[in-house]
């Protein structure tokens, strides 16, 4: 079992690292089994809060208003995580979006992890759910404010260390750090068919449209079509709104 290492968790505005952004960072530094160390604080989101998001971790708009930006927040954040090994639950996910911030505010942020998540789906047998709560659940970890950075950072560290007191010694490989890899995608801009479409739609069925289409990329343009073609239906059918 590893003796020092940084568990930390993410919460943000989605699940897609190129569209969405962090508005939470929760971590723990971890000496001889012990917490050394805490690193808590909103961010200032770059995109409105959803409701949704909002349901999931209690994170409104009025709580991050005052948060400081993300640059200043992932400079204090790589200088916190120093040489140590990540521990995280779904680790990729939360890496990605901490890699792309770091880069784009020149800080490297290159690591070696342990997922708990991957460990959970070859030693956890049978059909109980890999979720972070469902094995704090099963394993008897306390965690009050699930969905909460720290919190979860938390409760995942007291999961490694529970997976590792049971199972490392059968499954050593599973509980060596690896080389986190991710790197962030071009992003494409949209097509002056696209666009045109795009526009098409708008007009055709009034639709109040907010965003900058000319500074919308693929992937935004994509969505937005879908979005409208699902409540609308194709132009020129007889498909009325849902």
């Not at 723990?28 to 909002?54: D, M, N, Q, Y």
């Not at 935004?220 to 020129?236: E, H, R, T, W, Y």
Request: glycine letters at 8%; hydrophobic letters at 40%.
């Amino acid at each position: 079992m590893l003796h020092s290492y940084v568990a930390f968790d993410l919460e943000t505005t989605g699940l897609s690292v190129e569209e969405n952004c962090i508005i939470e960072i929760g971590a723990l530094k971890v000496r001889h089994g012990a917490v050394a160390g805490r690193f808590i604080t909103f961010v200032k989101p770059e995109e409105p809060i959803s409701e949704r998001i909002t349901e999931i971790t209690g994170i409104d708009e009025a709580m991050v208003a005052d948060a400081p930006d993300i640059s200043s927040v992932m400079k204090a954040f790589v200088e916190f995580c120093g040489d140590d090994v990540l521990i995280g639950h779904n680790l990729l996910f939360d890496f990605s979006f901490a890699k792309k911030y770091a880069g784009r505010c020149g800080f490297p942020f290159e690591k070696k992890g342990i997922d708990t998540l991957k460990i959970a789906r070859t030693v956890c047998t049978g059909t109980m759910s890999k979720s972070l709560g469902s094995l704090c659940e099963y394993y008897g970890i306390v965690n009050d404010q699930a969905h909460r950075a720290y919190h979860d950072a938390l409760a995942t560290a007291k999961l490694y260390q529970t997976l590792a007191h049971y199972y490392e010694d059968e499954h050593a490989g599973l509980f060596a750090p690896k080389p986190l890899i991710w790197k962030e995608k071009k992003v494409q801009a949209a097509t002056p068919r696209q666009k045109a479409y795009l526009k098409r739609l708008i007009e055709e069925y009034h639709i109040s449209f907010e965003a900058d289409i000319e500074a919308m990329n693929r992937s935004q343009m994509s969505k937005a079509i879908d979005s409208i073609l699902l409540n609308f239906g194709i132009p020129g059918t007889k498909r009325g709104k849902l």
